[in-house]
């Protein structure tokens, strides 16, 4: 354009100059200067159209922050364990004579569970009671007749030694014969029998289980990396897989040492006794270790970028358009990070479409929700 506009001044400059120099001159001088103002505005307004034809508007979601207490958890695999789950054995070798519970019957400490036959025994004792009277007397007639200076010490001390010989024996037997009796040491419940009547036992084969349900508790072992993050009353979220079901408890104890060869250390923790659960039964725990002191800024980790110097930031909006804010991340947990520095309530994050957003770019809001 400009080039057609420089030939036409030249044609009228020929022009003048053939019929009138000065006049002519002074009318093309003014006319050159109309048109290159016209060409001016000609460029600024191709210019604005090119700018219009690029400039883009983004349509994005937004979010008013609300401050909130952020926690974090340890998440571990535990078992349930009674303290209190004796399996029980018959003390003497025996034949089963009496299974005196059924398996589910609750029990108290001391009830004889089972017994052995004992019928050698009571015979022993019987014969030995009988020796154990003559002998009682011989020792009361012997001590009285003593006390009245009446026989020799010899025959005193001999009826005394016969006496407490007697009563080692009785006890002896009276102790083989509570042995032929399995009893239960705690208060709980039957949860195993395992032995039949006319059967053969003896010293270290099961015969029944008792179980106290009353004092069931959650163990887990735990790497020596948390050690200083556990602590006895930490909250602990448990959820039961298989039985659906979830609660809230503590911490209820936090060992100190490590296990030198695995590297863990143990936790505990009391379980519900309201609740049916059952002994070596998997469950799932989450420890909370930290919980922030005030309420902060929590965002889903994916909205925080980082920018060319490796600082993290997110993009808000301000007037409609995206502004840049650089923040100071805190602990992460589950995809979420708080936010400790950077962005306040007052600030209003963009959420969906803010990875096509640059810092500058105006904005279309649209927070409709989308099914």
Not at 165 to 188: C, F, H, N, W, Y
């Amino acid at each position: 354009m400009k080039h057609s506009i420089n030939l036409i001044l030249l044609a009228l400059f020929i022009a003048a100059c053939s019929d009138n120099g000065n006049k002519k001159l002074e009318e093309l001088t003014k006319r050159e200067g109309e048109l290159k103002a016209e060409l001016l505005g000609i460029q600024a307004e191709i210019k604005k159209l090119q700018g219009d034809s690029v400039k883009k508007t983004n349509l994005v979601s937004t979010e008013q922050l609300t401050p909130q207490i952020f926690k974090t958890y340890i998440n571990v695999q535990a078992h349930v364990d009674a303290d209190e789950n004796v399996s029980l054995a018959a003390e003497m070798p025996g034949t089963v004579t009496k299974i005196n519970v059924e398996v589910g019957q609750d029990v108290k400490k001391g009830t004889v569970l089972a017994e052995t036959d004992s019928r050698v025994i009571q015979q022993s004792l019987a014969d030995l009671q009988v020796n154990a009277e003559l002998v009682n007397q011989l020792y009361e007639k012997q001590k009285a007749l003593w006390d009245q200076k009446i026989g020799t010490e010899v025959q005193f001390l001999s009826a005394k030694t016969n006496k407490e010989s007697m009563d080692k024996k009785l006890a002896t037997l009276q102790e083989q014969l509570r042995m032929t009796k399995i009893v239960s040491p705690i208060d709980g419940t039957v949860d195993a029998i395992d032995v039949k009547l006319g059967q053969l036992t003896a010293p270290g084969m099961p015969a029944i289980r008792i179980i106290n349900f009353n004092n069931l508790k959650l163990k887990s072992d735990l790497a020596e990396s948390y050690i200083s993050k556990v602590h006895k009353g930490d909250q602990v979220l448990v959820y039961f897989p298989d039985l659906k079901d979830s609660l809230t408890a503590k911490v209820n104890y936090a060992a100190r040492a490590i296990n030198p060869i695995s590297r863990t250390f143990n936790v505990e923790i009391n379980l519900d006794n309201k609740k049916e659960y059952h002994p070596n039964q998997i469950a799932q725990i989450k420890i909370n270790d930290y919980t922030s002191a005030t309420p902060v800024i929590v965002l889903p980790v994916k909205y925080i970028q980082t920018d060319f110097n490796g600082k993290p930031f997110v993009l808000v909006n301000e007037n409609n358009k995206a502004t840049k804010r650089n923040v100071k991340k805190g602990k992460e947990y589950n995809s979420f990070v708080e936010v400790l520095e950077g962005i306040s309530a007052a600030d209003e994050l963009i959420t969906n479409g803010f990875e096509n957003v640059n810092e500058g770019d105006d904005l279309k809001i649209n927070n409709s929700k989308v099914n």
